[in-house]
């Protein structure tokens, strides 16, 4: 049989797929983690410095809504924007309701007109803050209301560039970096040596299946470490039992056969060999030789048809041809087949028949091994003996029993019998003739069509074979259990 091959490639390796899984699973998550925490560290810096600005401009704007003269320039409360804008370390200005710049801490754009949207909704009412991460400033607009407290007189606007921000940031990024890479490595390192140590035990144990398989180790496999690896190894060494049984069957069917059919052979040599060492041999004599031959040859045939009919019914896709099949007159002409054979010996054969059974069947099959089933009863009988064949239908199985009153089978030998060339008494098969192969036929015959064959016999007193087979055989469910003993 070819031997399959598969190719190795790297990806399909246990231990990349443990590394790839632990790298997807604990690796890649951790830079995400690390870009979110460094987001969430600037949005929580620059929400605490706005939250601290605008504390100041509602301070701011309370002073400038009590001394603020709108018609002429405060000396004092101009020191105060200034210094408010020097704390902050950015730009105030003031803008009154025609969004004229009052005020500017830079001087530069007092008297000009600013038109944002961050003014207009101060004049509206409502203070806002933002923060432009592309031009990297933060800033607040207040409205500052009158004596009334309700009329929006000026808006009050602070802009702090965020330049410190951004450099805090980059030693957190760059920090933060250096330890990730550092985790990051010393993760990659534990999982390569973790995913070593969890494929271990799968190496010990494809070493030890390999060098069983090369026959440089006899003992059992048995590999610690995983549950799975112990299940592994248990079903190995059950397989490699199967293994030991089928090939020690092997070897001792091949000795039996080559044993078989040298016997004949060398009976048949013997006398050939008589019949040309004499010059003028008497007729009388050789023709006892002959027929003496011929019945050798006779041997050596039912030898060879057995092996051949074992050989068919071994095959798991042995052909199953089903018809309706009446079993009580199949029953009927086997008897009467064997008739002058039981007659011979003065045994009586009946039927018993609960009923008329018809079963959709392999006919042959079933011919088959029940003729092997007479046969037996009908050697292995005492002279003026009987055999009660009956046949009965129940729970949609065929089953019929062969109850014959010879010498018996003894218990220890009852669940040998059914091995290829097993004989209980060597010497009364010797006598008897046969091949040794007829219940081997018997149990695929009847195992193939899905059905089973079961003996109970009591030593000196008789033998019962019962078989078993579905009335309705289904080809598709069977097939699979025939072949292979």
């Not at 944002?116 to 933060?138: I, L, P």
């Not at 309700?150 to 560039?161: D, F, I, K, N, R």
């Not at 050939?272 to 006892?288: G, H, T």
């Amino acid at each position: 049989m070819k031997k399959k091959t598969h190719k190795r490639h790297f990806w399909k390796k246990m231990r990349f797929r443990i590394i790839l899984s632990m790298v997807l699973i604990g690796v890649i998550p951790f830079p995400l983690l690390f870009y979110y925490a460094i987001h969430t560290y600037e949005e929580r810096i620059t929400d605490f410095n706005l939250s601290s600005l605008a504390g100041h401009e509602h301070v701011l704007a309370d002073r400038l809504s009590e001394g603020f003269y709108w018609n002429k320039q405060n000396e004092q409360l101009n020191q105060l924007l200034i210094q408010h804008a020097n704390e902050a370390g950015g730009r105030t200005m003031v803008m009154d309701q025609s969004c004229t710049i009052l005020f500017d801490s830079y001087g530069a754009d007092t008297g000009k007109t600013m038109i944002d949207g961050s003014v207009m909704r101060a004049f509206a009412g409502s203070e806002s803050s933002g923060y432009d991460s592309d031009r990297h400033y933060m800033r607040v607009t207040i409205p500052v209301y009158g004596s009334d407290g309700e009329s929006v007189m000026a808006v009050l606007w602070t802009g702090v560039p965020t330049s410190f921000i951004d450099l805090v940031r980059g030693d957190v990024f760059d920090t933060t970096t250096m330890m990730l890479i550092g985790v990051l490595a010393v993760i990659v390192l534990l999982i390569y040596v973790l995913s070593s140590l969890l494929v271990r035990p799968w190496h010990k144990l494809t070493d030890a299946m390999n060098e069983t398989a090369m026959g440089a180790n006899n003992d059992e496999v048995d590999v610690t470490g995983y549950n799975e690896t112990m299940l592994a190894s248990e079903s190995f060494n059950l397989l490699k039992n199967r293994y030991e049984v089928l090939d020690n069957s092997r070897r001792e069917f091949v000795a039996n056969v080559s044993h078989e059919l040298k016997t004949p052979i060398a009976s048949m040599k013997v006398l050939a060999d008589s019949l040309l060492e004499q010059e003028e041999v008497p007729v009388d004599l050789y023709k006892e030789f002959m027929k003496d031959i011929g019945t050798q040859l006779d041997r050596e045939t039912t030898i060879i048809d057995d092996l051949l009919a074992l050989v068919k019914l071994d095959k798991r896709s042995a052909t199953l041809r089903l018809s309706d099949v009446n079993v009580n007159n199949m029953l009927e002409s086997l008897i009467k087949q064997l008739g002058p054979l039981a007659a011979w010996k003065n045994i009586a054969v009946t039927l018993e028949s609960h009923r008329n059974v018809v079963a959709h069947l392999d006919e042959v099959k079933l011919s088959l091994a029940c003729m092997n089933i007479l046969e037996n009863a009908i050697k292995y009988n005492r002279k003026n003996g009987s055999i009660k064949v009956t046949l009965d239908a129940r729970d949609e199985q065929c089953v019929i029993s062969f109850a014959d009153t010879g010498i018996g089978i003894p218990q220890e030998d009852i669940d040998k019998v059914f091995e290829r060339f097993y004989r209980v008494d060597k010497s009364h098969s010797q006598q008897m003739g046969g091949s040794g192969l007829g219940l081997s036929i018997v149990r695929q015959a009847i195992e193939i069509q899905g059905g089973h064959v079961t003996i109970q016999s009591v030593e000196g007193q008789g033998t019962i074979v019962t078989v078993t087979v579905p009335l309705m055989v289904d080809h598709s469910q069977v097939i699979q259990k025939g072949g292979g003993s």
